[in-house]
Nanobody, 126 residues
Framework: QVQLEESGGGLVQAGGSLRLSCAAS????????MGWFRQAPGKERVLVAANNLSGTNTYYADSVKGRFTISVDRAENTVYLGMNSLRPEDKALYYCALDDRGRWSQRYDSSIYWYWGQGTQVTVSS
């Protein structure tokens, strides 16, 4: 059984930066897929970044490409989402999620993720 603990959200001005953390407790394998989703009020939850815990595969949504960076600290069993040049449209509740079956090709499908963090709010003021 894996539990995910998120931290790092907050309020920042447009153009600012934040780093979200997602610490996994319990056993993990390098083929596990970690996704970062976000959900804005009245909108669907969407995948913004993902990687496998080995770091060999990485994905970014077009909306965050070049601004967000996903990284892994295997020693700490933690995945980070670095967010730079934040925009008001990045405001959302951010969730990390873990797929323990290594289904990289299905990473966009939120239903494959069995484990979810509690969510952390990111607010960007203009």
């Amino acid at each position: 059984q894996v539990q995910l603990e998120e931290s790092g959200g907050g309020l920042v001005q447009a153009g600012g930066s934040l780093r979200l953390s997602c610490a996994a407790s319990g056993p993990t394998n390098s083929n596990y897929v970690m996704g970062w989703f976000r959900q804005a009020p009245g909108k669907e939850r969407v995948l913004v970044a993902a990687n496998n815990l080995s770091g060999t595969n990485t994905y970014y949504a077009d909306s965050v490409k070049g601004r967000f960076t996903i990284s892994v600290d295997r020693a700490e069993n933690t995945v980070y989402l670095g967010m730079n040049s934040l925009r008001p449209e990045d405001k959302a509740l951010y969730y990390c999620a873990l797929d323990d079956r290594g289904r990289w090709s299905q990473r966009y499908d939120s239903s494959i993720y069995w484990y979810w963090g509690q969510g952390t709010q990111v607010t960007v003021s203009s």
